[in-house]
């Protein structure tokens, strides 16, 4: 057991935790978990880390990843304390720690600070097609070029490096035997939770969730394919008809589906959508705006409206470029890479022989 930092109780709060001191312990939050094992016990032990202060071994923990909040801790907690939130709040504390450049960190912290980097992109991109020589054409172009550069820098920059400090944190100190076996099944199941969360499932065994996981499911799947329509496709300069039903299909169900979580988060629906933080609304809202700027923009394109119209790809371009270069390498996206590879590291883990 890791060394209690007192200082800890409020770095957490200013990553959305509330109340979790409340907590005497009573294992009422454990009791309710359907996802809760006797192997794997939470939310109680990362509640009373996080109590005390014993930040070192929720470092080491995977067990904020496997837990998908269906909010039930939080309804029975007889203290209020909280837990579900609690949980929300260490992954983001966990990603600040996987996080090298520290802005993950920053920008759950600090609100000013994330929308500064907003306006930042704002002003660039205004700056550039101000001063700029560009024709519309080479704007398209250019703003094509830029998802596939942006995408490549991320990954192998930010991305890759973040998910082998992961890996140094949870994978490393537990000091087991490399096992080959073991990896390849950790890469099955890091495959069929990013592409599936059918550990979600287990969550509550009720229509309104599984409702919720299939909208995930084809959120995750819209995503991913306007990704390779618009990307390698080139969904804005192509002429097939095939890409460009597609790419209208494949955006129309992205701001569909996030318009319905954006009017959950308004109404409160759900426990697990009662507490918001500032990140959780900058996705949902960043990927609706997404998927509705790339439909209304090859709309123009088809009705050749866009040259006269051209400021609506200029707003589309900039919140692409918000997201790629802000939400998803140091904003909620990043909880569906790191959750996925939590589901790895923890297969690794249990297959894995200790020396």
């Known amino acids: 057991m890791g060394k209690p930092d007192l200082r800890f109780r409020k770095e957490l709060e200013k990553y959305g935790a509330v109340d979790f001191s409340a907590c005497y312990n009573c294992g009422t939050c ?44 939080t309804t029975y ?15 983001r504390y966990l990603i600040s720690r996987y996080d090298w450049t520290s802005l993950s960190g920053m920008f759950y912290r600090n609100l000013p600070a994330y929308v500064l980097a907003f306006v930042l992109v704002i002003l660039a991109i205004a700056g550039i097609y101000v001063y700029g020589i560009h ?12 998802e596939m550069i942006a995408i490549a820098t991320v990954a192998v920059i ?10 140094l944190l949870t994978v490393l100190p537990t000091k087991n035997k490399f096992s080959l076996k073991a990896y390849l099944a950790g890469l099955k199941d890091l495959f069929i939770h990013m592409f599936t969360q059918q550990r979600s499932l287990d969550c509550e065994k009720t229509l309104a969730n599984r409702i919720w996981w299939f909208e995930h499911f084809i959120l995750v799947a819209s995503y991913l394919l306007l990704l390779v329509t618009t990307v390698f ?21 992205i701001f569909s589906v996030t318009f319905d979580f954006v009017i959950r988060r308004f109404r409160k629906r759900t426990e697990k ?23 209304t923009v090859r709309l123009f394109i088809d009705s050749g409206l866009l040259d006269n119209h051209f400021w609506l790809y200029l707003i589309h371009l900039t919140i692409l470029t918000q997201w790629a270069v802000i939400i998803v390498p140091f904003g909620k996206w990043t909880h569906f890479l790191y959750r996925s590879f939590a589901m790895c590291f923890a297969k690794i883990n249990s297959l894995s022989v200790i020396k």
Do not use: Q
């Open 30 to 73: 454990t009791a309710v978990c359907s996802l809760s094992t006797e192997k794997d016990s939470f939310p109680r032990e990362m509640v009373r880390c996080s109590t005390l202060g014993i930040n070192e071994d929720i470092d080491h923990s995977l067990k904020p990843w496997l837990c998908y909040y269906c909010g039930e801790c």
């Open 233 to 253: 496709l080139d969904w804005f300069a192509t002429d097939s008809m095939l890409i460009i039903v597609m790419g209208y299909l494949f955006s129309a169900v």
């Open 158 to 167: 930010i991305l890759l490096p973040n998910i082998f400090r992961m890996w």
């Open 77 to 91: 907690c007889p203290m209020e304390a909280k837990p579900g939130e609690l949980m929300m709040s260490l992954r």
């Open 273 to 295: 959508s009662t507490y918001s933080h500032p990140s959780d609304w900058f996705f949902v809202i960043w990927l609706f705006l997404m998927g509705l700027s790339a439909f």
């Open 135 to 146: 024709s519309h054409d080479e704007w398209l172009h250019l703003g094509h070029y830029f």
